[in-house]
């Protein structure tokens, strides 16, 4: 259908009570999103329960966590739904399914069901088993991708990714480039910052399509409001501590390049994420890497150029080796 799907996407609140808490509260059990040719987006979520009974309860917490995430349409699957839940569903623009409902649906549409299930389930394993071992060599990274990412404003996700990923000159030689695990984790990590780039290029589309730069720069501080503020902040510190470091972080200038041309071409750039997501689940093997010439002619040749980009961007402004993406940079 077009979607780029994520599992077990986590709702996160913090607390303060004598000390900073974060509290995972719920999830969503299966995530997808696409953007349209104008770089507007459309969002899925789906919820599976077992049980016979509490559909009701269920479709009421599931409601709150849609509203949370802003879901376009949101799914409960369940084995068992009452048609006072079914009810409330309709109302509120959700759709309730059993097993057995879902099931049929699929069938309808030729879809052979177990071998689907087996394919999301290795997919599933392999992108969680990535996750966990990369873990050990940088927690703050992983954390951030799994949990924390899906809770934060995306001009918020732009910054903090650049950071995260950024290898410090020190480790460089400590780097497995050509390792598959390390290599699949950073096109997985690369799909979410375009997914958050796109976001924020469509904000500015529609904030201001005519100056799309100063509308991009807006968007990329969370609004015009919140951008006066943080000047406001860096000019004030920078007379107290007599540092005349720039405000702007030395890649912006280069990201706004990149985005400006993207915003030329929208159907190209919309795609962008989903040619990411086919790479490393089709491409990616327990021995090799196999970038698939007719997976990626499926695509405008401006979304690969874009894809690129992104990459040399990523590059030249986090250390990244070259090796991380050899593979795709020779198509």
Known sequence: ????????????????????????????????YMFNFDLSSFSIGAECKSGDSGALDELYKFMGIASYYKLDKAYLIKT??????????????????????????LLGLGINLEKSLNIEFAKYTKVNK??????????????????????????????????????????QTMFDEGSIPVKFLHYYILELFCYSLIK????????NYSDFENAFI????????????????????????????????EWQADLISICSRMAGLTA????????????YENCFFSNRIKIDNK????????????TQDIIQFLKRHCNIP???FEDFMKV
């Open 1 to 32: 259908m077009g979607f780029n799907t994520h599992y077990e996407i986590k709702l996160r609140t913090k607390s303060y009570i004598n000390s900073l808490k974060t509290h995972d509260i719920s999830d969503i059990d299966v995530y997808g």
């Open 80 to 105: 068992k739904i009452h048609q006072n839940a079914r009810q409330i569903a309709i109302d509120n623009n959700f759709i309730c399914y059993t097993e057995a409902e879902i099931r049929r649906i």
């Open 200 to 207: 924020i290029i469509g904000e500015a589309i529609t904030l």
């Open 268 to 279: 190209s750039t919309a795609v962008l994420p989903k040619l990411i997501q086919d790479l």
């Open 295 to 306: 997976l990626v002619s499926k695509y405008p040749d401006a979304t690969r150029k874009f």
């Open 130 to 171: 990535v996750l966990l071992d990369y873990k050990s060599k940088n927690e703050k990274l992983i954390d951030y991708i799994s949990l924390d990412l899906w809770n934060k404003e995306f001009w918020k996700t732009i910054h903090n990714i650049m950071h995260l990923l950024k290898v410090p000159p020190a480790q």
């Open 322 to 324: 070259a090796g991380i």
């Open 218 to 249: 807006n968007c990329l501080y969370g609004g015009a409001e919140a951008l006066n503020e943080k000047r406001r902040i860096h000019d004030a510190v920078s007379i107290a501590t007599q540092d005349n470091k720039k405000f702007e972080p």
